[in-house]
């Protein structure tokens, strides 16, 4: 680490499900420092299996605080030892897996503005959580709070409309609304509410972080047209519950300068800004540059899209986010859970296997399938809600099979043809190509 000693630099700092990971970038966006710390492997201690524990009840699903913690301790520890200079870094910001939150007690805000530079976080972090282990986005235990909130305000169309999404389990707002109604006693002794990116801030910031607007945009809570929580909402989840989570901020905010604690323990300068984190889906949007009339496609285990809109309109399906880049503007987002596992499956069942052989039938066979269609969904899909594979002729008739060739074709096309359409339906505008190339410029990350 020795040559880059006199880098000026930035930190990125990402709070995922699986591992807390740092990267140092310098002036030129070089990115000469990069380290992690996967819980399954190297916390083995809190016992978690992909960084999450499942419940007896397969639908509720939590994350230890305190493993995210000492993650972070960890981390820094080992870049102190490899002789990182701390003394460079100008600013430091972050994402976190959007929609798990975290419970800070009665007495934390103290804990965080006295810590201790000779102790490790977690060490003086033991007693400032009400609850121990946070729900997560994996969580799908809150149906009925979900539809309790749906029904205050009006129907889940009237909500998205308030709020970017109809009700889902894992937004915050049902998650507390949950912890309220079942552990109203833990409600109470909770003086502040964090999402993971802001909680991840506060740790930096050595106080309580607002939450941005962009994270702050999943949590069924957040007015998205005027940037406010939503008091219909609020008073649906839980009382008291605009205290507890704080002023929002737009997520360029510089929200303070680094604690005390980490000058004196690592070095940092006592200037160094911390931006407000954001969750990672609109850290994704930021991270890919995106501008207006970009599409970013991820094709993962779920295919997600990443859309830049200016005249959102919001829908049953898919979501719609304050835009962490322009705050102007919006942010959509659309996930299929039938991506790349069903992809993979098609290509055993019919390409022996092969990406070439698949590639080879995408070759032979023309744009348009000669009007032959077909929607794969062998696990319940998220956008729409639906089961099965179906398969149409040019002739509109349902088909129980294509020939091998076909069918490739027909699982990429189906699949790209639902994007648009469910991108159309955010309010997202496809135009007409151009000679030379296309009005829309689309950004493919495949995993």
Avoid at 133 to 153: K, N
Avoid at 259 to 270: A, I, L
Wanted: proline fraction near 4%; include cysteine.
């Amino acid at each position: 680490m020795a040559e880059h000693a006199a880098r000026r630099c930035c930190l990125g700092w990402d709070f995922s499900t699986q591992q807390v990971k740092v990267v140092a970038v310098d002036a030129e966006l070089n990115v000469f420092y990069e380290d992690s710390v996967l819980f399954d492997r190297d916390l083995l201690e809190f016992g978690t299996q992909g960084g999450v524990h499942v419940h007896e009840d397969g639908l509720t699903v939590t994350s230890p605080v305190l493993m995210w913690v000492q993650a972070l301790d960890i981390i820094l520890e080992k870049m102190k030892a490899s002789g990182f200079d701390f003394s460079q870094v100008l600013a430091l910001s972050g994402a976190g897996q959007q929609h798990g939150s975290v419970y800070w007690k009665a007495g934390a805000s103290q804990v965080l503005t006295s810590l201790s530079p000779d102790l490790l976080l977690h060490e003086q972090l033991q007693a400032c959580f009400s609850i121990r282990d946070c729900p997560v986005w994996m969580d799908s235990s809150t149906t009925a709070q979900c539809r309790q909130l749906e029904a205050t305000v009006g129907g889940a169309q009237a909500l998205s409309c308030l709020t970017g999404s109809r009700a889902y389990e894992r937004f915050t707002g049902n998650q507390i609304a949950k912890l309220y109604q079942q552990n109203p006693e833990a409600y109470s002794h909770t003086e502040r509410i964090s999402l993971v990116s802001s909680f991840a801030a506060s740790l930096f910031l050595g106080s309580h972080s607002p939450i941005d607007y962009s994270d702050g945009s999943g949590m069924n809570l957040l007015r998205i047209q005027d940037k406010v929580w939503s008091q219909a909402c609020l008073g649906a989840c839980a009382p008291h519950l605009e205290e507890k989570l704080g002023l929002p901020v737009p997520s360029c905010s510089v929200v303070g300068a680094i604690s005390s604690y980490f000058v004196q323990r690592y070095g940092f300068p006592p200037g160094c800004k911390v931006v407000a984190f954001t969750g990672d889906n609109p850290a994704s949007l930021a991270g890919m540059r995106l501008e207006e009339g970009d599409i970013a496609v991820s094709l993962g285990t779920s295919d997600t899209l990443f859309l830049w809109l200016q005249e959102p309109t919001p829908t049953l399906e898919g979501h719609i986010f304050c835009n962490p880049v322009d705050p102007q503007h919006y942010m959509g987002l659309l996930c299929f859970k039938n991506g790349s596992l069903m992809r993979e499956k098609i290509r055993d069942e019919l390409a022996s296997s092969s990406w070439s052989e698949f590639s080879k039938a995408l070759q032979s066979t023309e744009m348009g399938n000669s009007g032959n269609l077909g929607f794969y969904f062998d696990v319940m899909e998220i956008t729409p809600e639906i089961i099965g594979r179906h398969r149409f002729s040019a002739e509109n008739h349902e088909v129980s099979a294509f020939p091998w060739d076909v069918e490739i074709r027909a699982l990429i096309e189906g699949q790209f043809m639902a994007k648009k359409i469910h991108a159309e339906g955010l309010g997202y505008r496809v135009t007409a190509s151009l000679p030379g190339g296309c009005e829309t410029e689309m950004w493919t990350c495949v995993h």
